[in-house]
């Protein structure tokens, strides 16, 4: 027994969720569990946005203190994967991600995930990612990159 | 999941609360049960199932102790604003595109369990925690 933790997806004009997913592989559409070849990304291009959540279910009283990083995977050159966490849920779309940062390349020293804590099953606020490349970007795969979530749980 | 820590409150009037009711870890006393008898915690305990070790907070002597060894001693007296601190960590990774990684919102790098209390004292907040892993590898803060 616990808080059970899954990734979520929203896609969509009406914003479609879908719960579980497989992966996050950024492309060239708007989809869950997409496959990188059938939507590459043109150098010099953005991926379409990842619109991820969590979702917390079963028993738990609180999950707080979330961070999000990646921790792992060297860009190459011209490479950039922006992050935003926001309350609002905007569809996915090619444009250069509204507010996103570099996402974090260590741990953050703060929570950078809202909300600040969810006491009963539900989602944490959108997670919003987006792959961005330059004209110097060198064709074929980028390196496999790994992601770390941290949270508190009581 | 089950936890190598296991948590049991004990109250002023005697009564204790046992984080999980059976072994198998199904029927789970959620901590918001402590939280709402904060005021009568006298003792929390966590107990790691795998190594017997045993971590215990003494809400009414300000006391961390590892076993029968007292760690942190703040010889608490008239403290009644004491509040327990106790939550699990927990951190997972995943790759972007491995799908197995992202099942059960991905792979648990690690779970510790933060344990300790702190109390307001001339305006100032006064903390003492412990970090235990699951391996009884601890850092004092």
């Given at each position: ?154 | 999941?089950k936890f190598n820590l296991i ?41 790691n199932i795998i190594t ?59 779970i ?22 699951d ?7």
């Amino acid at each position: 027994m616990s808080a059970t933790h899954v990734w979520s997806e929203s896609n969509g004009t009406g914003e479609v969720v879908t719960d579980s997913i497989t992966n996050i592989n950024f492309g060239s559409t708007d989809a869950p569990n997409l496959v990188p070849a059938n939507f590459t990304i043109v150098a010099g291009e953005n991926s379409f946005h990842k619109c991820i959540r969590c979702k917390f279910s079963g028993t738990f009283t609180s999950i707080s203190n979330m961070k999000f990083w990646k921790s792992l995977g060297a860009y190459i050159t011209g490479e950039a994967i922006k992050f935003i966490c926001e309350a609002s849920y905007s569809q996915p779309a090619e444009t250069s991600l509204s507010g996103g940062a570099d996402i974090p390349v260590s741990e953050p020293g703060s929570a950078n995930i809202t909300p600040v804590s969810i006491v009963a099953p539900g989602y944490t606020d959108y997670i919003k990612l987006q792959e961005q490349t330059t004209g110097s970007t060198p064709a074929g795969n980028v390196n496999t990159k790994t992601f770390t979530f941290k949270y508190d749980e009581t | 999941m089950k936890f190598n820590l296991i948590w049991k409150a004990i109250f002023n009037d005697g009564t204790e609360l046992n984080q999980f009711d059976d072994k198998e870890q199904k029927n789970e006393n959620l901590f918001r049960k402590v939280l709402e008898r904060q005021d009568q915690l006298k003792e929390f305990c966590l107990f790691n199932i795998i190594t017997g070790k045993k971590y215990r907070v003494d809400l009414s002597l300000g006391i961390i102790s590892i076993g029968n060894k007292e760690i942190e001693k703040d010889q608490l007296k008239d403290k009644p604003n004491i509040r327990l601190i106790y939550f699990r960590r927990i951190e997972k990774e995943f790759q972007l595109t491995k799908d197995i990684d992202l099942r059960n919102g991905g792979k648990i790098k690690s779970i510790s369990y933060f344990l300790g209390y702190q109390y307001t004292e001339n305006n100032t907040n006064h903390k003492s925690l412990i970090q235990i892993f699951d391996n009884d590898e601890i850092i004092i803060y």
